[in-house]
T-cell receptor
Framework: KAGVTQTPRYLIKTRGQQVTLSCSPI?????VSWYQQTPGQGLQFLFE???????NKGNFPGRFSGRQFSNSRSEMNVSTLELGDSALYLC????????????FGQGTRLTVV | AQSVTQLDSQVPVFEEAPVELRCNYS??????LFWYVQYPNQGLQLLLK??????LVKGINGFEAEFNKSQTSFHLRKPSVHISDTAEYFC?????????????FGAGTRLFVKA
């Protein structure tokens, strides 16, 4: 079974630009969660999608948004990038009916310059 | 609201020594508990989980953890560490809410194993 795939692995953007990150969950998993990881703030929950609907949301500004497609693939978008958005963005999928564990991708390292 | 506290941000230890990484949580409802490990430039990998049943849980790579409901703790232990155990370890709590399940992670503990 293929794991969680995140693309791209690395990204450099300029302040003010926008960026879209992609996540393909494990086949059959309908829940996809996104996290931001920084040295100062640790792992912070962004949002969770289930069956194309946002089901849970963390405390991030509206510049951070996401969506999920009918095949469970998910994208997150960050608009008007700030230097502080530089982070490792992790995606996790789970079989949310059981919630036995979350499977993480390797992440996308975003650097804003 | 739920919260997770990992009491040590860094734990240095010599190879072959035992180690304990501490985790406390707060929740007014039943929780599922997890420990994940993250190696440099990688995502998180599940070490072990507690869903129900026996409070002593064994995971991969020789790790184990004990769920203590009265002390709301879920400490991770290994009797003898290896250099390859050097990584960051995250404790996580998952609770059911109206939107499904919500998982909260601790701030992480960096384990550094010295030769």
């Amino acid at each position: 079974k293929a794991g969680v795939t995140q693309t791209p692995r690395y990204l450099i953007k300029t302040r003010g630009q926008q960026v879209t990150l992609s996540c393909s969950p494990i086949s059959g998993h309908r829940s996809v969660s996104w996290y931001q990881q920084t040295p100062g703030q640790g792992l912070q929950f962004l949002f969770e999608y289930f069956s194309e609907t946002q089901r849970n949301k963390g405390n991030f500004p509206g510049r951070f948004s996401g969506r999920q497609f009918s095949n469970s693939r998910s994208e997150m978008n960050v608009s008007t990038l700030e230097l502080g958005d530089s982070a490792l963005y992790l995606c996790a999928s789970s079989d949310s009916s059981l919630n036995t564990e979350a499977f993480f991708g390797q992440g996308t390292r975003l650097t804003v310059v | 609201a739920q919260s997770v506290t990992q009491l040590d941000s860094q734990v240095p230890v010599f190879e072959e020594a035992p180690v304990e990484l501490r985790c406390n949580y707060s929740s007014s409802v039943s929780v599922y508990l997890f420990w994940y490990v993250q190696y440099p430039n990688q995502g998180l990998q599940l070490l072990l989980k507690y869903l129900s049943g026996s409070t002593l849980v064994k995971g991969i790579n020789g790790f184990e953890a004990e769920f203590n409901k009265s002390q709301t703790s879920f400490h991770l232990r290994k009797p003898s560490v290896h250099i390859s155990d050097t990584a960051e370890y995250f404790c996580a709590v998952s609770v059911r809410n109206t939107g499904g399940f919500k998982t909260i992670f601790g701030a992480g503990t960096r384990l550094f194993v010295k030769a």
